[in-house]
């Protein structure tokens, strides 16, 4: 059976983590590098897919004990070892980043959040806070790049994010690339959907906020907009 060294330079896992970033590799080709090598019948991508069919998913993989993984075929006590190591190093970053995570009190707080996350201030891109019941940040995610609509901005992409972490409560927001922040009828269209689509799953969605330049933003909630 074929190797990952049997592939092309750009569909093996290292190399594309090299040239792409982690982002582009799935599950499979992250869990491959890890494991480093495979046997003589399966590659370490063909090994790593099937742990994650095993064990229903990285999750799965994660909660799996070092013999639970030693037991499947080509996964030694090495390999077991190297999966163990790697999950307890991101349970202690998740700890770490949720000891320091900031509480989004104002707006303000969210502006400088939203700031920061924005990868290209020429174009529109929303983004959501997913927040817990203290309204500490769990996470802060990029929903879309693009001309704010309904068909970029559905619920479901916003509020899938925010159950998978279990948040309680959303805080959304998008920049106006032209500089001015205020909210055009396309925003406030979207934000009654999202509020909407929050009581029914409840999940309030706390705030709107648009960013224009020059230190200038709207906040629905204090416009009584929300």
Aim: hydrophobic share 40%; proline share 5%.
């Amino acid at each position: 059976m074929p190797g990952i060294k049997d592939l092309p330079t750009e569909e093996r896992p290292r190399e594309r983590l090299l040239q792409y970033g982690p982002k582009a590799l799935d599950n499979a080709s992250l869990l491959a590098i890890i494991l480093r090598t495979g046997t003589r019948s399966h590659s370490a991508v063909a090994l790593a897919q099937t742990l994650l069919s095993r064990y229903g998913g990285l999750l799965g993989v994660a909660r799996a004990s070092i013999t639970e993984l030693c037991s499947v075929p080509g996964i030694g006590a090495t390999k077991g070892v190297q999966i163990a190591a790697c999950v307890e190093l991101g349970k202690r970053f998740s700890a770490m980043m949720a000891r320091e995570a900031p509480d989004i009190t104002s707006p303000e707080e969210a502006v400088r959040v939203f700031i920061s996350i924005i990868p290209d201030d020429t174009k529109e891109t929303f983004m959501a806070l997913i927040l817990n019941t203290k309204n500490r940040l769990i996470r802060a995610k990029v929903i879309s790049i693009g001309t704010l609509n309904a068909s970029l901005v559905h619920p479901r992409e916003v509020f899938r994010e925010a159950i998978a972490e279990g948040g309680a409560a959303v805080l959304v927001g998008h920049n106006h690339p032209s500089g001015d922040p205020t909210p055009s009828r396309e925003d406030r269209e979207v934000t009654a959907r999202l509020v909407e689509a929050g009581k029914l799953l409840g999940i309030e969605v706390l705030d709107h906020i648009v960013i224009g330049s020059e230190s200038r933003w709207v906040s629905f909630q204090e416009r009584g907009i929300l």
